[in-house]
């Protein structure tokens, strides 16, 4: 079942049953998630409407697990360690509200725990940046590889930072994983998904073994994007948050390995080879260059 505000959603394959709802009417989410045992809670507000969105829909969809005796799946991110993120941050980092994003995650996972102690069981499976899929929105199609056919690299941050990544193929399957056995485990729990990290130089050296050519490296502006943040709430918000370009940061999934014993994992070249074929960055015959 595909619940979205429209009742409809491009993209999706097999047997899917469309549904219409608007997730800030509990009504209508407690309707449309009517026969599903598991709700996988994908809901994302523009980025500058969190303050207003963010909560109440977190609310509405602890109602409809609740009416539906339905297991909640979140993916959850990094925003909750705040500022003091670093390398290796596993389940038992103290989180911290030192932005505005990170007191509305924590505010938000809150209200899961909270609702856990009703009848609710959540799962929460936390990831750093997505890539992969034709998925559009992300750090790799709108900065990194936007210009990578004229032969530029861009990065936000410094070059030898760390930076964690998620491979969205990788984490959907880990996704189903885990909500097989979601029968195994507490009221409320969260797994770190530690995917990919890279530094800025190792994923400019992997894009030049796929694309099989030399990349120049450069920058994201953010002096430019600060201006423009005068006139784009979005790019505001995102200008906000660029400290995590700035830190080096890390997920430990060791909680997850010892839960599942094999977590999904692809090799970080053949899945960057796959995300910039699925951007339509790079033809499928391209081989890696030597």
Partial sequence: IAVTRSGRCDGLSGSVEFRAADAMIEAELVAATAGAEMIFNGLNPPYDK???????????VMAAAKANGAVHLFIGNVYNYGREIGLNV???TPVSATTEKARIRIDMENVFRQASLEGVQTVILRAGDFFGTAKTGTWLDLMIASKIGKGVFSWPGPYQHRHAFAYL???ADTFVRVAERAGELPAFSEFNFEGHTLTGEAFAG???RVTGHRLARKQ???ALLRVVGLFSPIVREVVK????????????????????GTVPHTPAEEAIRQALIDQGLLQPEMKLAA
């Fill in 90 to 92: 596993t389940e038992e």
């Fill in 206 to 208: 992997i894009s030049e």
């Fill in 220 to 222: 994201v502006p953010w």
């Fill in 169 to 171: 193929p990788d984490l």
């Fill in 241 to 260: 948050m660029n400290y995590l370009w700035f830190t080096p940061h890390s997920l430990s999934g060791a909680k997850l390995a010892a839960f599942l």
């Fill in 50 to 60: 969190w303050e207003e969105f963010v909560l109440p829909m977190a609310r509405n």
